[in-house]
């Protein structure tokens, strides 16, 4: 499975990003899939997972309320809706799939490149 991730960019505190994610594979549906991120200097860490159908997400606490996770299984597509962004999301986001939902890095077996996302104040 081949992740690429898009959407990226420079925004101002307040604004919205959407990222996209576009997986390579015709098994698309079966896979959960989570975004991640990492700060310089910071572990990746947990941002929001879909489970293989949409009907199940969960975030972490830090975006709950300004973060939507979703799927498009026809597209083949994973998006994160970010909205009203902080600084202190500033890092570079990654998408990664699984067969197994879960909250750690740990839990997925493909990754993609990463997409920088920076938030000024």
């Known amino acids: 499975v081949q992740l690429v991730e898009s959407g990226g960019g420079l925004v101002q505190a307040g604004g919205s990003l959407r990222l996209s994610c576009a997986a390579s594979?015709?098994?698309?549906?079966?896979?959960?899939f989570g975004w991640f991120r990492q700060a310089p200097g910071k572990e990746r860490e947990f941002v929001a997972a879909?489970?293989?159908?949409?009907?199940?997400?969960t975030y972490a606490d830090s975006v709950k309320g300004r973060f939507t996770i979703f799927r498009d299984n026809r597209k083949y597509m994973v998006y994160l809706e970010m909205d009203p962004l902080k600084p202190e999301d500033t890092g570079v986001y990654y998408c990664a799939a699984s067969t197994g939902m879960g909250i750690t890095p740990g839990d997925y077996d493909y990754w993609g490149q990463g997409t920088q996302v920076t938030v000024s104040s």
């Open positions: 594979t015709q098994t698309f549906s079966s896979y959960d």
């Open positions: 879909i489970n293989w159908s949409g009907g199940r997400t």
